[in-house]
């Protein structure tokens, strides 16, 4: 499975982008599909997640109300809208895919079994 994010840029605060992550290959084995984002100097931070198969989506307090996931199983692609950004926002977001779906462990990146390359998302005061 290889997984394509793009999307990123550079933003005012108050604006807004959508990412997006394709993924490609084995894709059929995949049920979760999530993003994370890591700041520079900082660990790694679970963002969303969404099930393939279900409706339900999982976000980090920070960005609940701001950020909505969704997803086109039909071409193997979730989103991420990003809404009202601000500066700490920024960071580099990668996307994320599992072979299983646990709403307990969704948030834990050792939940996914492959990674996209990340895409940086930079928001200027």
């Known amino acids: 499975v290889q997984l394509q994010a793009s999307g990123g840029g550079l933003v005012q605060a108050g604006g807004s982008l959508r990412l997006s992550c394709a993924a490609s290959?084995?894709?059929?084995?995949?049920?979760?599909m999530g993003w994370f984002r890591q700041a520079l100097g900082k660990e790694r931070d679970f963002v969303s997640a969404?099930?393939?198969?279900?409706?339900?989506?999982n976000y980090a307090d920070s960005v609940k109300g701001r950020f909505t996931i969704s997803k086109d199983v039909a071409k193997n692609t979730v989103y991420l809208q990003m809404y009202t950004l601000q500066p700490e926002d920024t960071a580099v977001y990668y996307c994320?895919?599992?072979?299983?779906?646990?709403?307990?462990?969704?948030?834990?990146?050792?939940?996914?079994?492959?990674w996209g390359q990340g895409t940086l998302v930079t928001v200027s005061s």
């Open positions: 994320a895919a599992a072979t299983s779906y646990s709403g307990t462990f969704v948030s834990l990146s050792d939940f996914y079994n492959y």
């Open positions: 290959g084995l894709t059929s084995s995949l049920y979760t």
């Open positions: 969404i099930p393939l198969y279900g409706s339900s989506t």
